[in-house]
């Protein structure tokens, strides 16, 4: 599997636990500190992780505009691909979707339910019921053209979708409180949790999420599994 990694401290998580554990190699792509897009047809899919960025700063960050004709060509193909928070963004905006600013950062532990569309999908088929997820964006994005919503929230109908073998996840549940607790510490990610609970708002933050992470990374395991075994594994045995 390709990881395409923005900042190091948004790594695959839960997700690479998943990896590991089928025995699946990973190779890691650090695109801010100048890494270089390999051949997609080499990696049996591609993982896109988040970052502070968005998917429309081309002009600030030089890797974007060709990261995106990647996952355009990639996903455009066929390729298996799961986008998470940036990666989501990226993957709408890579195929043809607008992507922008929204009127307020959603932030925190959130509940996101699954849409009609999820109902007979191969990974988002199981999810009956709202699930406790990490939110963290203050973009959004609308669905690209073809796409299936397979998730929504309160805030931002647009949480999940699918085209073809990608998927786009707009929230977190692979994020340890371990992991969880460096984001707060960050200025671009504290801003953004001080802007929608307060100052001093990180410690009910991270209590909250160690409270809701059985069930999230329960999910996290179960949606990345189903996605592996659909269209990753499916046909492939793994050395």
């Given at each position: 599997?390709?990881?395409?990694q923005?900042?190091?401290?948004?790594?695959?998580a839960?997700?690479?636990?998943?990896l590991?554990?089928?025995?699946?190699?990973?190779?890691?792509?650090?695109?801010?500190?100048?890494?270089?897009?390999?051949?997609w047809?080499d990696?049996?899919?591609?993982?896109?992780?988040?970052?502070?960025?968005?998917?429309?700063?081309?002009?600030?960050?030089?890797?974007?505009?060709?990261?995106?004709?990647?996952?355009?060509?990639?996903?455009?193909?066929?390729?298996?691909?799961?986008?998470?928070?940036?990666?989501?963004?990226?993957?709408?905006?890579?195929?043809?979707?607008?992507?922008?600013?929204?009127?307020?950062?959603?932030?925190?532990?959130?509940?996101?339910?699954?849409?009609?569309?999820?109902?007979?999908?191969?990974?988002?088929?199981?999810?009956?019921?709202?699930?406790?997820?990490?939110?963290?964006?203050?973009?959004?994005?609308?669905?690209?053209?073809?796409?299936?919503?397979?998730?929504?929230?309160?805030?931002?109908?647009?949480?999940?979708?699918?085209?073809?073998?990608?998927?786009?996840?707009?929230?977190?549940?692979?994020?340890?409180?371990?992991?969880?607790?460096?984001?707060?510490?960050?200025?671009?990610?504290?801003?953004?949790?001080?802007?929608?609970?307060?100052?001093?708002?990180?410690?009910?933050?991270?209590?909250e999420?160690?409270?809701?992470?059985p069930?999230?990374?329960?999910?996290?395991?179960?949606?990345?599994?189903?996605?592996?075994?659909?269209?990753?594994?499916?046909?492939?045995?793994?050395?």
């Amino acid at each position: 599997m390709l990881v395409l990694q923005h900042v190091d401290c948004e790594p695959p998580a839960a997700y690479e636990d998943v990896l590991i554990e089928r025995g699946i190699g990973v190779e890691r792509v650090l695109l801010a500190d100048g890494g270089v897009l390999p051949d997609w047809h080499d990696f049996a899919g591609v993982i896109v992780m988040g970052g502070p960025m968005g998917a429309y700063d081309t002009d600030k960050f030089t890797w974007l505009g060709p990261e995106l004709a990647f996952i355009r060509e990639a996903a455009g193909a066929g390729c298996p691909l799961w986008g998470v928070c940036l990666g989501a963004q990226l993957l709408a905006s890579a195929l043809g979707a607008r992507v922008w600013p929204g009127p307020r950062p959603e932030v925190g532990i959130c509940e996101v339910s699954p849409a009609a569309g999820a109902r007979h999908d191969p990974v988002f088929g199981g999810l009956t019921g709202p699930v406790p997820v990490l939110q963290w964006h203050a973009d959004t994005f609308e669905l690209p053209a073809g796409a299936t919503l397979l998730a929504s929230s309160a805030q931002y109908p647009h949480q999940a979708f699918r085209v073809g073998r990608a998927y786009g996840i707009q929230f977190h549940v692979e994020v340890p409180v371990g992991l969880a607790t460096q984001w707060v510490e960050i200025p671009e990610y504290a801003r953004s949790l001080a802007a929608v609970h307060g100052d001093g708002s990180a410690g009910a933050l991270l209590s909250e999420l160690a409270r809701s992470l059985p069930v999230m990374t329960s999910v996290a395991r179960t949606l990345f599994g189903n996605w592996l075994d659909a269209f990753v594994c499916a046909g492939h045995r793994v050395e």
